[in-house]
């Protein structure tokens, strides 16, 4: 009883100071002023392989979802003759919710376990290390273009899904399933708004590319240098930015089209 | 250096296409026109006994086109009536001060909308003018009741 007591403290101090040492990652590796000599280049090099290579995974599973929403839509809506609302349906789903969520998990999987893993590798084969006794900070060398880039890059995928998706469903609704295309497109823009929907969307996905981000870099940077230690920094980075980014969503959406 | 000019072409294009997305989402998604959204308008009020469905931004429209929106309901203290302030184009200057607010659905299950029919008075409505000839929402439960009563009187 006393040594389950005494384990419950340990993981509570343990968790504690996790967030306090994410923490002071944020803080030392955003904080001063910007590189300007080699940080345009590395932060460009980060964007390619952050964004840039995530896009295929975010564009293919964008049409799909949009293509699938469509096609549920349709079959429920069309049994109260209601199927010229399935713009507003879809486009309203992805805006404020599918989008940004679906894209920060795939971007979870995708490039947040690609960061934890570069980073905890770096740090096991003592790179990090070498890096610090040649007087290069690695805070400002590794983490920081790496943080700004998943940044970034979250928006921008969130809205190139959300544009792919919008066309799927287009594809689905309109040419296969007979959808006037007319009513499609304008009982969306009458519903949508761009304020209200779009940005809102747009500060979502923001959110949940720092959230994704910073655990990714985090658990690389905090990984037991092993082997073993940079597989369950990598599992860990999956499974806490995929939670991180459901709650925030319901706080989001609380906070954003909650009953005021 | 070839190797590095590839991939700031690669990431300026990925940039530009999530410019484009947000254009595309803003111009054929959500309808955004530059022009409508910095629209002049004035306000109007007008009390209904009975606002049903009415929402904050529903539409008002005269002959079937939208002139402005909804900007709040609320309900007289004095009166007990809903008193609903809508904002109207400016260019919309020929609403009469015997003009007739009615609150109607589009379709059967549609949203609700305040439709306004201009009258003949030469005087108009100006900015913050209550229009005084109302005629409230169709409320389909009442129409219903009425009807089943009077079946059963047949």
């Keep these: 009883m006393l040594g389950m007591l005494q384990r419950l403290g340990a993981t509570g101090l343990e968790v504690a100071a996790a967030f306090g040492r994410a923490g002071v990652l944020c803080w030392q590796s955003l904080w001063g002023l910007p590189d300007w000599r080699n940080g345009p280049a590395l932060l460009l090099r980060q964007l390619y392989f952050v964004g840039v290579f995530s896009l295929v995974i975010i564009m293919v599973s964008g049409v799909l979802i949009g293509m699938v929403l469509a096609l549920q839509g349709y079959t429920v809506l069309v049994r109260f003759g209601a199927e010229a609302a399935l713009g507003q349906l879809v486009s309203l789903t992805l805006l404020r919710e599918l989008g940004p969520v679906v894209a920060a998990l795939l971007f979870a999987g995708r490039a947040g376990s690609a960061l934890t893993a570069e980073i905890g590798l770096m740090k096991a084969t003592e790179q990090l290390s070498a890096m610090e006794m040649i007087g290069v900070d690695p805070m400002r060398r590794v983490i920081r273009p790496r943080l700004w880039a998943g940044i970034i890059s979250m928006p921008i995928l969130a809205q190139v899904f959300n544009m792919v998706a919008i066309y799927g469903a287009v594809a689905v609704g309109v040419y296969w399933l007979g959808v006037d295309p007319g009513s499609f497109w304008s009982n969306m823009q009458k519903v949508v708004e761009f304020r209200e929907d779009v940005l809102n969307g747009v500060i979502k996905a923001f959110a949940f590319g720092i959230v994704v981000t910073w655990i990714a870099v985090f658990e690389g940077y905090d990984a037991e240098p092993t082997s073993e230690g940079i597989s369950v920094a990598t599992t860990r980075t999956v499974v806490f930015s995929s939670l991180a980014v459901l709650a925030m969503d319901f706080l989001l959406t609380a906070v954003m089209f909650g009953v005021d | ?154």
């Design chain 2, 1 to 154: 250096m070839k190797r590095q000019r590839n991939i700031e072409i690669t990431v300026g294009a990925f940039m530009l296409l999530g410019i484009c997305a947000l254009a595309f989402l803003a111009i054929q998604v959500s309808g955004l026109s530059l022009s409508s959204a910095h629209r002049d308008t004035y306000h109007l009020k007008a009390r209904f006994n009975n606002v049903a469905g009415l929402t904050n931004r529903s539409q008002v429209k005269v002959a079937g086109v939208v002139v402005g929106y909804v900007t709040g309901i609320h309900i007289d203290p004095v009166t007990v009536r809903a008193v609903v302030d809508m904002a109207i184009d400016k260019d919309v200057d020929y609403l009469t001060t015997d003009s007739i607010a009615a609150i109607k659905t589009s379709g059967v299950l549609g949203e609700q909308y305040v439709s306004i029919s201009v009258g003949g008075e030469p005087d108009m409505l100006a900015d913050g003018g209550v229009i005084r000839d109302t005629q409230s929402a169709l409320v389909l439960e009442d129409l219903i009741g009425k009807f089943v009563s009077n079946m059963g009187k047949n």
